[in-house]
Nanobody, 130 residues
Framework: QAQLVESGGGSVQGGSSLKLSCAADVSVRAFSTYTMGWFRQVPGKEREFVAA????????KYAASVKGRFTISRDNDKNMLYLQMNNLELGDTAVYYC?????????????????????WGQGTQVVVSS
C-alpha cells in the first residue's frame, strides 16, 4: 500500500480556486502503475467520488457535480497527484482524500467506488464560503 499525504486545502470564497496536491511515498515505478483518485466527505455523509485518473493519465473520470470545474492530473516523475478546483461552490466544502489503487483499471463507462481503492491519505479540509 502507498502512503499518501494531501495538502493545499483551505478556506476560500465561492468562485475562487484551489489546487490540492497528494504526495505518494512509494517508488516511482510503483506510482506509475496506480490508478489515482480524489474523494470527499462531509460530516454525516458517505465519502463520495470526485475524480480519478489512470496510470499514465490517458483516462480521467469526474463526478457530474465537478465536471467542467475540477481537473485531475498527475506527475509520475514526482509521485504527485493534483486536483485543480475552479469556480468553487458552497457544496464543495468537504474533507478531500487522495486515494490509490494498485489493481483497479479506470474505464470511461463507470466511475470508481471506495472499494476500488486500497490506499488513502488523511485528508485535507476545503471550506467554501459565500
Amino acid at each position: 500500500q502507498a502512503q499518501l499525504v494531501e495538502s493545499g486545502g483551505g478556506s476560500v470564497q465561492g468562485g475562487s480556486s484551489l489546487k490540492l496536491s497528494c504526495a505518494a511515498d512509494v517508488s516511482v515505478r510503483a506510482f506509475s502503475t496506480y490508478t489515482m483518485g480524489w474523494f470527499r466527505q462531509v460530516p454525516g455523509k458517505e465519502r463520495e467520488f470526485v475524480a480519478a485518473i489512470s496510470w499514465i493519465g490517458g483516462t480521467k473520470k469526474y463526478a457530474a457535480s465537478v465536471k467542467g470545474r475540477f481537473t485531475i492530473s498527475r506527475d509520475n516523475d514526482k509521485n504527485m497527484l493534483y486536483l485543480q478546483m475552479n469556480n468553487l461552490e458552497l457544496g464543495d466544502t468537504a474533507v478531500y482524500y487522495c486515494s490509490a489503487s494498485s489493481h483497479y483499471i479506470l474505464v470511461q463507462s463507470t466511475n470508481p467506488t471506495l472499494l476500488d481503492f486500497d490506499s488513502w491519505g488523511q485528508g485535507t479540509q476545503v471550506v467554501v464560503s459565500s
